[in-house]
């Protein structure tokens, strides 16, 4: 295939809450014209895949995102050209939650949780979706606060239920996270972990990488490499880091991990949708305009993707095989430096899209529109 061809098809997921307000603990800093309803959300999703031409799913987060009528949201959609994506569940953002949601010791506080485990799968069923995302925000904060070993014990109770609900389509999605919200314990702090509860739960279950989850200078692609090989990567959390969490805009801070990413899923064949692998953005912006930094992030990825395809893979085999240190690097180092921008605003023209996605943007009035239009009612904030 062609590296046009393998980029046309590329995909993209956007995240709902990337075009609502967010902030950090400090203060959210609101922005005019943001989504005010789910469907406000979509419609912006829709904006960043007319424009992009690679972005025709956007995720749910429940409750967000919660409506009366899935299968409306879902029809709504369509008829703007995209779909609805994973279903990402939250147990994190009630009192009860306090002390862990699935890890809980009050079994009480373990059944709600998994009911609402339940609900999502529930709700995948009704929007068509194929991926229950989890993300736990479970942990200790302090020593002997709770007994680590039950806690396990509990979570992979609660994620053997969940599965066991899951359509034969269905796959859950499990993410892990360093630290935070707890700082001594996390529940699921690293990829052995959701690795070793997938690998017990069959193949319905496959972990997540967020690329903000990891200790800095953690090899990403290695973790990308040896969870392709186990046939366990089920998708991407994109999204930038300098410190910790920081979901900032994909490629931003590393764009040279990005491609190393990008390299190991184009070695691996996988980057077509037909390989299983969910390519998302989870990202928050913060300071700056939502959409238009959604477009930039999902450029950030095709850019990577496009210096991927250009590895010169003959070329690198041989020096490998050779032993030629230096010239296998070269070779790696040379597809990283080529400008691939000349190549991707062809695509795009030959895709009938305007070859510049950002200043189409501006161009477009949207921006004003949304402003204008969006008066009245609350922002649908990060929590709303
Ligand atoms: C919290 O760290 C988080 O950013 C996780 O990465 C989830 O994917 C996301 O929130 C949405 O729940
Ligand atoms: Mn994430
Ligand atoms: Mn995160």
């Given at each position: 295939?062609?590296?046009?061809?393998?980029?046309?098809?590329q995909r993209i997921e956007t995240p709902s809450w990337a075009y609502a307000n967010s902030g950090t603990r400090f203060k959210v800093f609101a922005q005019q014209g943001v989504p005010r309803t789910p469907y406000?959300?979509?419609?912006?999703?829709?904006?960043?895949?007319?424009?992009?031409?690679?972005?025709?799913?956007?995720?749910?987060?429940?409750?967000?995102?919660?409506?009366?009528?899935?299968?409306?949201?879902?029809?709504?959609?369509?008829?703007?050209?995209?779909?609805?994506?994973?279903?990402?569940?939250?147990?994190?953002?009630?009192?009860?939650?306090?002390?862990?949601?699935?890890?809980?010791?009050?079994?009480?506080?373990?059944?709600?949780?998994?009911?609402?485990?339940?609900?999502?799968?529930?709700?995948?069923?009704?929007?068509?979706?194929?991926?229950?995302?989890?993300?736990?925000?479970?942990?200790?904060?302090?020593?002997?606060?709770?007994?680590?070993?039950?806690?396990?014990?509990?979570?992979?109770?609660?994620?053997?239920?969940?599965?066991?609900?899951?359509?034969?389509?269905?796959?859950?999605?499990?993410?892990?996270?360093?630290?935070?919200?707890?700082?001594?314990?996390?529940?699921?702090?690293?990829?052995?972990?959701?690795?070793?509860?997938?690998?017990?739960?069959?193949?319905?279950?496959?972990?997540?990488?967020?690329?903000?989850?990891?200790?800095?200078?953690?090899?990403?692609?290695?973790?990308?490499?040896?969870?392709?090989?186990?046939?366990?990567?089920?998708?991407f959390d994109f999204n930038s880091r300098f410190y910790a969490d920081d979901d900032l805009m994909a490629g931003a801070a590393d764009p040279f991990q990005l491609f190393r990413i990008m390299h190991e899923i184009?070695?691996?064949?996988?980057?077509?949708?037909?390989?299983?692998?969910?390519?998302?953005?989870?990202?928050?912006?913060?300071?700056?305009?939502?959409?238009?930094?959604?477009?930039?992030?999902?450029?950030?990825?095709?850019?990577?993707?496009?210096?991927?395809?250009?590895?010169?893979?003959?070329?690198?085999?041989?020096?490998?095989?050779?032993?030629?240190?230096?010239?296998?690097?070269?070779?790696?180092?040379?597809?990283?430096?080529?400008?691939?921008?000349?190549?991707?605003?062809?695509?795009?023209?030959?895709?009938?899209?305007?070859?510049?996605?950002?200043?189409?943007?501006?161009?477009?009035?949207?921006?004003?529109?949304?402003?204008?239009?969006?008066?009245?009612?609350?922002?649908?904030?990060?929590?709303?």
């Open positions: 295939m062609s590296v046009k061809d393998a980029l046309r098809g406000e959300k979509i419609d912006d999703a829709a904006v960043v895949h007319r424009l992009t031409g690679i972005a025709p799913t956007v995720a749910l987060h429940i409750p967000w995102d919660r409506v009366d009528d899935y299968g409306k949201l879902a029809s709504y959609a369509r008829d703007r050209g995209v779909a609805l994506g994973a279903v990402n569940s939250n147990v994190f953002q009630d009192d009860d939650y306090k002390l862990g949601s699935v890890c809980h010791p009050d079994p009480l506080v373990r059944r709600k949780a998994v009911g609402h485990l339940l609900e999502c799968v529930d709700i995948m069923d009704r929007t068509g979706s194929r991926d229950l995302k989890l993300w736990f925000a479970d942990g200790l904060n302090y020593p002997g606060q709770d007994d680590i070993r039950a806690r396990q014990d509990r979570l992979a109770e609660a994620l053997r239920e969940t599965c066991a609900r899951l359509g034969p389509d269905q796959r859950m999605l499990l993410e892990y996270k360093l630290f935070e919200p707890a700082f001594y314990v996390t529940d699921v702090p690293d990829w052995g972990t959701a690795y070793a509860h997938c690998l017990t739960l069959g193949d319905q279950a496959q972990v997540v990488i967020d690329t903000g989850h990891h200790a800095p200078g953690t090899n990403i692609e290695f973790i990308v490499s040896f969870l392709l090989r186990a046939g366990k990567l089920g998708a184009v070695l691996a064949d996988a980057l077509e949708p037909a390989a299983g692998i969910t390519f998302m953005l989870d990202q928050c912006h913060n300071l700056e305009p939502k959409i238009p930094a959604v477009i930039r992030s999902v450029l950030n990825v095709q850019e990577a993707t496009a210096k991927a395809l250009l590895v010169d893979h003959g070329a690198l085999d041989e020096a490998q095989r050779a032993g030629d240190v230096l010239g296998a690097n070269a070779v790696l180092m040379d597809a990283y430096n080529t400008d691939v921008r000349p190549l991707l605003r062809e695509l795009r023209e030959d895709m009938g899209l305007d070859p510049d996605p950002v200043a189409a943007y501006r161009r477009s009035g949207y921006a004003e529109q949304i402003v204008r239009e969006r008066v009245g009612g609350e922002a649908a904030g990060w929590g709303a």
